[in-house]
């Protein structure tokens, strides 16, 4: 405090309690304060101190200071000011960090005991970085604090600002620290009290899609106290938000989404997240043709169902919708020729969509073994098969006993009961 300040203390509970007034440089104060017994009552007490002031006086030291702004040396008024004290190793003393707050000058003044010859100033604000000054002891610091900055971001396409457009702000170690906003008719997104440093906008159609599934992005390096007005054209999106709708029907319980197998290209899959009901959305898809597969949301629903819906063309612009329903078809037959047919489950039936695959990841999910036992249906004793949820059109009806593939069958479904009769294999 300085002179003539006010300071409340409280709530202050219990019949006895011990108020200290401390001077440095000065004389101290203790005297016994009773608290009345009503309920919110005040209590008021004023003090009359000598100090001498004095930098150094027998027993205490005292530091002065002044924070400013380190690009107009305008003073800075009520940044938090903390010295943490170094012991004889270099480490942090927790028990002599004095801490105050500046005034509307932006000085400051600790008091403490002249043991304390190094340390470090931490200086916090709303306005400004957090900076860490190193102290050697000297009885006069002048505190230099970086300004934070500011970015007005503006999302035009082909010259039109895009409204609705909502921007994610990466910044910080990692890009750890984030933000979101929305553009506004203007197509602006603002942000204020910004670190002077690198920043990474990743633009997305909505609050739900992270940064690897952006349309697009871009990176802007800020300077201490900038404003920064950019203003981003939107380039040609390669990916695409893809949403929609799974219906399961009735009889399926768990939330069903939709798994995109690229059919070429290197990248891998992609997993769509469910939105609660049938609904489902998927970020970050890259344009191209898609083997689709159905299956359950959350990997406790091992058993299923599972099936695969076909072929897709993902376009864009931005966004697509696409829906799914589980399909209805069902292939019957029987198996005849076949070794190991005594032996239920050795073998199974699969139904393949006729798509061109040269993807790496369609490749390992047709050629896995998994797929036999997720999407087949096992050949019984006699030979006999039940193919349910086979999607409409062209098909390739594989007979598998793990991942190898003993025997294929071109056939078309079309809804319904498909029953493709006798399947003669050749004893394989």
Not at 400 to 413: D, F, P, S, Y
Request: hydrophobic share 40%; aromatic share 6%; proline share 6%.
């Amino acid at each position: 405090l300085d002179r003539g300040e006010l300071v409340r203390l409280g709530p202050v509970a219990g019949a006895q309690n011990r108020l200290g007034v401390h001077v440095i440089g000065g004389e101290s104060i203790v005297e016994e304060l009773p608290v009345p017994d009503a309920h919110g009552a005040v209590v008021r007490r004023r003090y009359e101190v000598r100090f001498d002031g004095s930098a150094d006086v027998p027993g205490h030291r005292v530091v002065r200071g002044v924070a400013v702004d380190a690009l107009t040396d305008a003073p800075i008024r009520g940044a938090y000011v903390e010295l943490h004290a170094l012991d004889a190793d270099g480490g942090y003393d927790h028990e002599r960090s004095p801490r105050t707050t500046t005034r509307p000058d932006g000085s400051f003044r600790f008091g403490f005991d002249p043991g304390l010859r190094t340390g470090r100033l931490h200086v916090r604000h709303p306005d400004y970085v957090n900076q860490v000054f190193a102290w050697d002891g000297a009885a006069e610091v002048r505190l230099r604090v970086m300004p934070l900055a500011s970015l007005e971001f503006v999302v035009v396409d082909t010259g039109t600002p895009l409204q609705g457009v909502h921007v994610l702000l990466h910044h910080g170690a990692q890009g750890r620290a984030q933000r979101r906003a929305v553009t506004d008719e203007l197509g602006r997104v603002r942000f204020d009290r910004l670190p002077p440093e690198r920043m990474s906008l990743f633009i997305t159609p909505d609050a739900m899609t992270p940064d690897e599934g952006a349309l697009d992005s871009t990176h802007v390096r800020l300077r201490p106290g900038e404003r920064r007005v950019v203003t981003h054209e939107l380039r040609a999106p390669d990916r695409v938000l893809v949403q929609g709708s799974v219906f399961a029907g009735r009889d399926v319980e768990v939330p069903i989404v939709p798994f995109f197998v690229p059919l070429d290209g290197q990248h891998g899959w992609i997993a769509s997240k469910a939105l609660g009901g049938a609904g489902y959305l998927a970020g970050g898809v890259r344009k191209g043709r898609y083997l689709v597969m159905l299956a359950p949301f959350s990997d406790d629903h091992r058993e299923g169902p599972f099936a695969f819906a076909g072929a897709v063309d993902v376009r864009g612009p931005f966004t697509q919708v696409i829906d799914f329903a589980l399909p209805e078809g069902t292939v019957v037959g029987r198996v005849t020729g076949a070794e190991q047919l005594s032996a239920d489950g050795a073998l199974h039936v699969v139904a393949v969509p006729a798509v061109d695959a040269t993807s790496v990841a369609a490749e390992e999910l047709l050629g896995s073994a998994r797929v036999a036992t997720m999407l087949g249906a096992p050949v019984d004793g006699d030979g006999l098969f039940q193919l349910r949820r086979v999607c409409d059109g062209p098909c390739e009806l594989q007979l598998r006993r793990g991942a190898a593939v003993l025997a294929r069958r071109a056939v078309h479904v079309r809804g319904g009961l498909l029953d493709v009769g006798s399947w003669d294999v050749g004893g394989r």
